[in-house]
């Protein structure tokens, strides 16, 4: 949480009069807005807002986000009744949460989809409820994934596919836990070399990690960066507006 010292930003210097108290609500959520979201009516207010800092911070924190995921963040709108506003991972199309919200909050790592298609598959056998899967250097190959270190699901596709539990067929995928030799739950490929499995995931336990993407320091910094400036900006702005309409209250304070 981000507490703002409003009597400090207040313009200084200056006649006080009543249509400054009627216009103080309205014009913090102005400026609050303005700080965290942007605004078209402040010039590059929107560059230089908490939003746009979380989208540019994003890749020296987080391993190779996508613009979607880096742009993820999206803020509610404060209102002269409702003088607040929060900032959260979009959820329209696709939830950002699993992405963001962890890497700022810390906590459990969320299963990616082809980790839950994988261990959900029918035949899945004895994997661990709670862990997630881990690709191993057989599966990644020499590039590590993509360009964003994640598998195509094409490939996962091909996996569900080729999954068979019941009997020993070249080629095939085996989900579970093998038997002998002490090797953990995963996901393998069987191959016709000696009959070996070779692994694709194994299993790990979901472990508990800390806070890497600092969000809250992110947005704070912003935030004070500027609030004040479109503080006095909007407050001068209406006051005058409401003076040169003939409707202002112009009783001193």
Same mark, same amino acid.
């Given at each position: 949480m981000i507490n703002l010292d409003i009597k !400090? !930003? #207040?313009?200084?210097g200056v006649k006080w009069i009543e249509e400054h108290n009627k216009q103080l609500k309205y014009s913090v959520a102005t400026a609050l807005n303005a700080s965290v979201q942007g605004s078209k009516f402040i010039?590059? !207010?929107k560059e230089k807002s908490s939003l746009k800092a979380l989208a540019t911070q994003a890749p020296r924190y987080l391993d190779r986000p996508k613009k979607q995921t880096a742009e993820g963040w999206r803020a509610t709108k404060a209102? +002269?009744?409702w003088i607040s506003t929060t900032i959260m991972p979009k959820d329209k199309k696709w939830s950002r949460n699993r992405y963001l919200g962890g890497s700022a909050t810390g906590g459990t790592r969320a299963p990616k989809d082809f980790g839950a298609a994988l261990m959900n598959h029918p035949l899945a056998r004895n994997i661990p409820s709670g862990s997630r #899967?881990?690709?191993t250097? %057989?599966?990644l190959g020499k590039k590590g994934g993509d360009k964003y270190g994640n598998i195509s699901k094409g490939k996962i596709n091909k996996l569900f596919e080729q999954a068979n539990t019941t009997y020993y067929q070249h080629n095939s995928v085996f989900i579970g836990k093998p038997q002998g030799g002490g090797r953990p739950p995963g996901v393998y490929r069987r191959t016709n070399k000696n009959r070996k499995l070779r692994p694709l995931f194994y %299993? /790990? !336990?979901? /472990?508990?990690? *800390?806070a890497r993407f600092p969000a809250e320091k992110i947005v704070n910094k912003t935030v004070h960066q500027d609030f004040a400036i479109y503080l006095r900006r909007e407050l001068t702005k209406n006051v005058e507006k409401r003076v +040169? %309409? *003939?409707k202002a209250k112009m009783k001193p304070l």
């Open positions: !400090s !930003s #207040l313009p200084t010039p590059n !207010s209102t +002269k009744k #899967l881990v690709p250097p %057989a599966l %299993a /790990v !336990s979901n /472990v508990r990690y *800390g +040169k %309409a *003939g």
